[in-house]
């Protein structure tokens, strides 16, 4: 790489950043949803609990920022696979929902839904950052950040791109296996001074829909055991649905087809927690900027 080739990528940087700055100070919240492990649900998480945000008041004020860059499934859980990110002189405008969530995910970048990104970590870290610089999110009171299971590349790179993030749910299964990596993503959030929201158990016990008796088919209680033992918050425990399945394939926010269902009042006390952990936050920050003047 010649030296003015290097000085031209260092202002493209610069300028990304710049943006990035200006973009991500009209959202008001950046949560990012976590796992240890991959198979816990925690996209099927992220796009509920989304849409029960917009159920409370915030339609339209909602955004996911889909960072899996190898296995993006937003897209398909949301309703929105086959679709594509416009551009115009502001920047380049996320996918709006039905239920008006807007959506940023690599796979409205690829040719097909076979189609694999084979990126080492600085691509992907690149990405990640136009995502966040080059799109126009708008005003949002909300940003979801739907990271991949681990504490690799894509985590690493948003908790240092936004460095100012509220704070980050991780979801976990109430499996010992699960439990035992939950530990590694709570470490890595501390290590990285990433506040914790909480942790969420998902495929908590299978109701029956016929008897209404529950039966724990991945055990349970799993998530506030490690929560109490880890000293962190629970959020709370989501059962097992078949419905929950049924309208991801089908592209359809569960919470807003069966908002009756156990499963939907679990994700509403979730986010009320959230919402509650969020509103302590602000008074915590807003005393601290009242003392230190």
Do not use: Y
Not at 26 to 33: D, E, G, S
Not at 196 to 211: L, Q, T, Y
Not at 230 to 237: M, N, Q, W
Request: some cysteine; glycine content about 10%; overall charge positive.
């Amino acid at each position: 790489m010649t030296s003015n080739t290097h000085v031209e990528r260092r202002k493209q940087v610069q300028e990304q950043e710049k943006n990035l700055k200006s973009r991500m100070s009209k959202i008001k919240h950046k949560i990012a949803v976590i796992s240890g492990k991959g198979g816990v649900g925690k996209s099927t998480v992220t796009v509920n609990l989304a849409a029960a945000f917009t159920l409370r008041g915030h339609a339209k004020q909602v955004g996911i920022l889909d960072a899996d860059i190898h296995g993006p499934s937003v897209p398909k859980i949301i309703g929105l696979a086959g679709q594509r990110l416009q551009s115009g002189p502001p920047g380049i405008f996320p996918v709006s929902s039905s239920s008006g969530i807007k959506v940023v995910s690599m796979d409205f970048l690829l040719p097909d839904e076979t189609a694999p990104v084979i990126w080492r970590g600085p691509l992907k870290m690149t990405a990640i950052r136009q995502f966040l610089s080059d799109i126009v999110w708008g005003d949002l009171d909300f940003l979801l950040i739907d990271l991949p299971p681990g504490t690799g590349d894509e985590p690493l790179s948003v908790a240092q791109l936004l460095p100012e993030m509220d704070g980050v749910v991780i979801v976990t299964i109430p499996s010992e296996v699960s439990q035992i990596v939950v530990k590694k993503a709570v470490t890595f959030a501390r290590k990285l001074r990433l506040p914790i929201i909480g942790i969420v158990e998902n495929m908590s016990g299978f109701i029956c829909p016929k008897c209404g008796a529950k039966i724990d088919i991945f055990r349970s209680g799993g998530g506030r055991k490690i929560s109490e033992e880890l000293g962190v918050p629970f959020l709370g425990s989501i059962p097992i649905d078949q419905k929950v399945c049924e309208d991801s394939d089908k592209g359809l926010p569960f919470i807003i087809e069966h908002a009756d269902s156990q499963a939907s009042k679990a994700f509403m006390e979730i986010v009320k927690k959230i919402e509650a952990f969020l509103k302590a936050e602000t008074k915590q920050g807003n005393t601290k900027k009242v003392e230190s003047e």
